[in-house]
């Protein structure tokens, strides 16, 4: 039989420093694209399918979440965990030397592969290892490193754009991931496990193509080149209807299902997702183009576009650290998700209202309300899942959780991201065409714009992008709004019940933890 491992206090921060490096690889990444993207856009002639660039990483990650999630409960974490990190760092040198757009999309859902990884076992992870009612003090931290990322990744995004070339955003992956896997190799100590039951292989292919049909279902809908009366926009409606009942006739068979059906009569789990899921359609599609809005209509480079992210940061980290705080002392988490559906839903509101003569400072003001709202819901959606499961069905659980939040990021990106871009294209094609070019070189115009280009323009011109851009991104809020309203009923409706003061590995026999451990570690100590 196996050892238990000893839960001491100083293990537990050694191996929340190798989850660190890893949440910090992945949500680095995330966010240090969205500076450099109108840049990567102009360069490898995107911009009318830049919306992909965050797409075909976000369909990727939410693919692979379950499958991380399920193998991490029955063959263990630390080996996936490595995995991950080696094939996004290796994906990350792809994006660097892609030479064209879709290769540049390609090498993006590659790291999306790995991204999903590395976010959901890090979150499963600390459930292994830290009691639910002790969990709140970790939330700080882990909300730290996704406030450092919405700045330090627009920031570094902005100045590689500034100062040397948008490849910088991805060379700077390689340094940090071969730290990253280090850490996990030398740092990570977790037992491995063993496969008793069939893999559901059936049930990954099924729920792989529903993911997969939905993502093109919203696409081409929201497309102008398609739109919600194409047959080929149905055609995929189509395939997700029957991938979808596939799926669900495969898990309700199979010895060891990746998604058993039985969480979702869990009502705790059910609610706690489904918030997730409505926070993930308005959350994502929010954040993927602030930035772009900043750069374009505001006039600002890409390095003052980065730094106005700051107000985020500093909010997302204030709340996220205060909720995790008040959470391990009081026990209650029902409250947090209720200001931050109302906070962020009312930071939207706000946001409707930009336009190229918004001042900065109400700019920045905005975005703190918004990262306020963010803080007040992430990591404590994820908390409340994880507290009401099974310790067997943690990392189940937490990808299941991932899963639906990033399948409403993917569709809010697919849906209004386009739309933002349909009419983008619109309104710059008219901009072009008003300036005196033909079709053809309104067109190319239209694909190849970007901030260095946009700031060599006749004044007339460029105050005309200029409104081209808000014109097509403010309205968007609107859209997002209603989600927001779905999040704050869901929330209201959330049930409390006791944190659990046992982490999952020791209710699963695996470790010893409390006094019990540094009692124990000592005594070995003292052997030696």
């Not at 929340?16 to 109108?38: K, R």
């Not at 965990?81 to 999309?105: D, E, H, K, P, R």
């Not at 080929?232 to 189509?238: D, L």
């Not at 983008?424 to 115009?445: I, K, M, P, Y």
């Amino acid at each position: 039989m196996t050892t238990p491992l000893l839960l001491t206090k100083r293990r537990i921060w050694i191996i929340f420093s190798a989850l660190i490096a890893g949440m910090l690889l992945a949500s680095l990444d995330q966010t240090i694209v969205s500076t450099a993207m109108p840049t990567i856009v102009g360069e490898l002639g995107g911009v009318s399918s830049q919306v992909w660039i965050t797409t075909a990483y976000i369909l990727a990650t939410t693919i692979v979440m379950p499958v991380y999630g399920k193998f991490g409960d029955v063959l263990g974490r630390r080996r996936l965990f490595i995995v991950a990190i080696a094939v996004f760092t290796l994906a990350s040198l792809g994006c660097a030397f892609a030479t064209n757009f879709w290769t540049f999309v390609v090498f993006r859902a590659m790291q999306g592969l790995g991204g999903g990884g590395l976010m959901i076992l890090s979150q499963a992870i600390i459930a292994d290892i830290v009691p639910a009612s002790e969990r709140g003090r970790y939330l700080g931290p882990l909300g730290g490193i996704f406030g450092l990322a919405a700045v330090g990744g627009p920031l570094l995004g902005g100045f590689f754009v500034d100062h040397l070339t948008w490849q910088w955003a991805f060379y700077i992956n390689l340094p940090v991931g071969i730290a990253a896997l280090l850490v996990a190799v030398f740092a990570l100590r977790l037992p491995d496990k063993k496969r008793v039951k069939p893999i559901d292989w059936l049930g990954v292919l099924f729920l792989s193509a529903a993911t997969t049909c939905l993502i093109f279902f919203a696409d081409f809908g929201g497309s102008a080149g398609h739109g919600w009366t194409a047959w080929s926009t149905w055609a995929w409606a189509a395939g997700l209807v029957i991938s979808a009942s596939l799926f669900v006739l495969t898990e309700a068979r199979a010895a060891d299902p990746i998604m058993p059906l039985s969480m979702f009569r869990n009502p705790i789990f059910v609610n706690a997702t489904a918030i997730g899921l409505a926070m993930g359609i308005g959350m994502f599609a929010a954040l993927g183009f602030v930035p772009t809005f900043l750069q374009m209509s505001s006039g600002t480079s890409a390095a003052a576009s980065g730094l106005l992210l700051l107000p985020l940061m500093v909010g997302l980290l204030g709340t996220s650290i205060v909720a995790g705080m008040l959470i391990t002392r009081t026990g209650r988490y029902r409250i947090f998700p209720v200001l931050g559906a109302l906070i962020t839903g009312g930071a939207m509101a706000a946001m409707t209202t930009l336009t190229a003569a918004t001042p900065i400072w109400l700019i920045c003001g905005y975005l703190l309300i918004f990262g306020a709202g963010l803080g007040f819901i992430m990591q404590v959606v994820v908390l409340v899942v994880q507290n009401a499961v099974s310790p067997n069905d943690i990392g189940t659980a937490t990808s299941t959780n991932n899963y639906f939040r990033e399948v409403g990021g993917a569709v809010g990106i697919a849906v209004f991201g386009t739309i933002f871009t349909s009419r983008l294209t619109e309104n710059l094609t008219a901009v072009f065409t008003g300036a005196g070019a033909d079709a053809e070189q309104a067109s190319r115009a239209t694909a190849t714009i970007d901030p260095a280009t946009l700031r060599g323009l006749p004044a007339e011109v460029r105050e005309g992008i200029v409104t081209a851009y808000a014109d097509a991104l403010a309205p968007v809020f609107w859209y997002l709004i209603p989600f927001m309203v779905i999040a704050l009923v869901l929330a209201l409706f959330l049930k409390e019940i006791p944190l659990s003061d046992v982490a999952g590995m020791e209710a699963r026999g695996e470790a010893i933890g409390g006094e019990e451990a540094e009692r124990l570690e000592a005594e070995h100590l003292s052997q030696r």
